[in-house]
């Protein structure tokens, strides 16, 4: 069963709404997902001369680097899915020390979420339609 809890980011801070209950139950989930804005993500694709881990993670950060209006070591860079048979990989980029801001505030409200996903992933996505 999917649990939500309502949150917004404004200037730098987590705000909950003044309402705000939070169970035990997702306290203490083990499989807690934070969606996090997707304007603040960098959604896009790498196109890479190999596919050995290794070498793709090394590789990355300066395969987007153009795209990119910080410095690499500044960005956390996540793997996505390699599409169709070629060199090419699903990236999400977002700057280490908002995800960290992130991160450490829900911890410090007792949550440990086990993964960041923008929060576009949500929607329910149907192939050749629009999801709004």
Avoid: C
Avoid at 30 to 50: F, G, S
Avoid at 63 to 81: K, N, P, R, S, Y
């Amino acid at each position: 069963m999917t649990k939500l809890l309502d949150w917004s980011w404004h200037e730098e801070h987590l705000v909950w709404p003044q309402q705000r209950e939070t169970s035990d139950q997702i306290e203490n989930d083990t499989d807690l997902t934070l969606l996090v804005p997707t304007q603040q993500v960098l959604l896009t694709e790498a196109t890479l001369p190999t596919r050995n881990k290794k070498n793709v993670l090394h590789a990355l950060p300066y395969a987007l680097e153009d795209e990119l209006t910080e410095d690499v070591e500044q960005i956390h860079f996540a793997m996505g899915d390699w599409q169709g048979d070629g060199n090419r990989l699903a990236v999400a980029a977002v700057d280490k020390s908002l995800m960290e801001s992130w991160l450490q505030q829900f911890n410090a409200e007792g949550l440990k979420p086990k993964q960041l996903q923008a929060d576009v992933f949500a929607l329910p996505f149907v192939a050749e339609h629009w999801s709004i």
